[in-house]
């Protein structure tokens, strides 16, 4: 079992920034990766970024060289730093983990809310 808490959401004009955190506990050892998604009502939940134990680092194209995915195993910690938001970012974004095993299900946090408008 994993739990995960997302916070730094906010509302943010068009080209500020914002930065997620989203705090895992639990099994942490089994978790292959860490993510974002985002919902916005009358859409389907969508890729983000995610960020391996590796320190691998993959991003939707939509977000690509505007948002940077990070972690601190310390803190078992992952950071997403949005820049240049555009009123499209707006959504719940959504921590995920993505476990080792298939046994060990998937792991989905609360969300926090990013609005992006003038």
């Known amino acids: 079992q994993v739990q995960l808490v997302e916070s730094g959401g906010g509302l943010v004009e068009p080209g500020g920034s914002l930065r997620l955190s989203c705090a895992a506990s639990?099994?942490?050892?089994?978790?292959?990766?860490l993510g974002w998604y985002r919902q916005t009502p009358g859409k389907q939940r969508e890729f983000v970024a995610d960020?391996?134990?590796?320190?691998?680092?993959k991003y939707a194209d939509s977000v690509k060289d505007r948002f940077t995915i990070s972690k601190n195993n310390a803190k078992n910690t992952t950071y997403l730093q949005m820049n240049n938001l555009k009123p499209e970012d707006t959504g719940i974004y959504y921590c995920?983990?993505?476990?080792?095993?298939?046994?060990?299900?998937?792991?989905w946090g609360q969300g926090t809310q990013v609005t992006v408008s003038s």
């Open positions: 995920h983990a993505e476990m080792e095993y298939s046994d060990y299900g998937d792991h």
């Open positions: 639990g099994n942490i050892l089994m978790i292959f990766a």
């Open positions: 960020i391996a134990v590796d320190s691998s680092t």
